[in-house]
T-cell receptor, first 112, second 114 residues
Framework: AQSVTQPDIHITVSEGASLELRCNYS??????LFWYVQSPGQGLQLLLK??????LVQGIKGFEAEFKRSQSSFNLRKPSVHWSDAAEYFC??????????FGAGTRLTVKP | DSGVTQTPKHLITATGQRVTLRCSPR?????VYWYQQSLDQGLQFLIQ???????AKGNILERFSAQQFPDLHSELNLSSLELGDSALYFC?????????????FGQGTRLTVV
């Protein structure tokens, strides 16, 4: 079965600094990969997704992610973090039976 | 606002009881998913319905059941509740429900079992 590992439980960055959130997946076939963001008290919102093609995917709110098959990774990046980006971020991998598996999440704190 | 509506927002009940969580998907979405989010288990896929039929099943306990009605709203029934069932339950919906389809999440129902 597919699985996702987000190695960082909590990350703190300064406003304006760059951000990279790590995601490693395990899946036998070509994965369908997603990044979601969850703000406090809210549901999850899709930031971006990768199915095939260009390995660098652009998403909403200035986020991008790069799929690296050789490293089984799908890291999320943003060049300049805003205070409003403070939230919990989930990486997910989808499989044939629609059983989307989520990572444990990375909580992002943004320092002023 | 994702367009997915979940009720109630909060629910407090006692062990052994039964509760029903309700989800109204986005207009036009045929597929509904249920997820459980707890501190120790993270975000777990429970079950998916597509146009009234069960399509996929994840880590759903036998004490839990769900259905999707002809008007496409869905209910998640939790019975014989235990303290460990306390969690945030999310519903999500998508147009089709095939692999990789973008799912839109509701704001969740926070269940507290005391």
């Amino acid at each position: 079965a597919q699985s996702v590992t987000q190695p960082d439980i909590h990350i703190t960055v300064s406003e304006g600094a760059s951000l990279e959130l790590r995601c490693n997946y395990s899946y036998g076939a070509t994965p369908y990969l997603f990044w979601y963001v969850q703000s406090p008290g809210q549901g999850l919102q899709l930031l971006l997704k990768y199915f095939s093609g260009d390995t660098l995917v652009q998403g909403i709110k200035g986020f991008e992610a790069e799929f690296k098959r050789s490293q089984s990774s799908f890291n999320l990046r943003k060049p300049s973090v805003h205070w409003s980006d403070a939230a919990e971020y989930f990486c997910a991998v989808g499989a044939e039976n629609n059983d989307m598996r989520f990572g444990a999440g990375t909580r992002l704190t943004v320092k002023p | 606002d994702s367009g997915v509506t979940q009720t109630p927002k909060h629910l407090i009940t006692a062990t052994g009881q039964r509760v029903t969580l309700r989800c109204s998907p986005r207009s036009g979405d045929l597929s509904v998913y249920w997820y459980q989010q707890s501190l120790d288990q993270g975000l777990q896929f429970l079950i998916q319905y597509y146009n009234g039929e069960e399509r996929a099943k994840g880590n759903i306990l036998e004490r839990f059941s769900a259905q999707q009605f002809p008007d496409l709203h869905s209910e998640l029934n939790l019975s014989s509740l235990e303290l460990g069932d306390s969690a945030l339950y999310f519903c999500a919906s998508s147009v089709e429900g095939g692999i990789g389809t973008e799912a839109f999440f509701g704001q969740g129902t926070r269940l507290t079992v005391v």
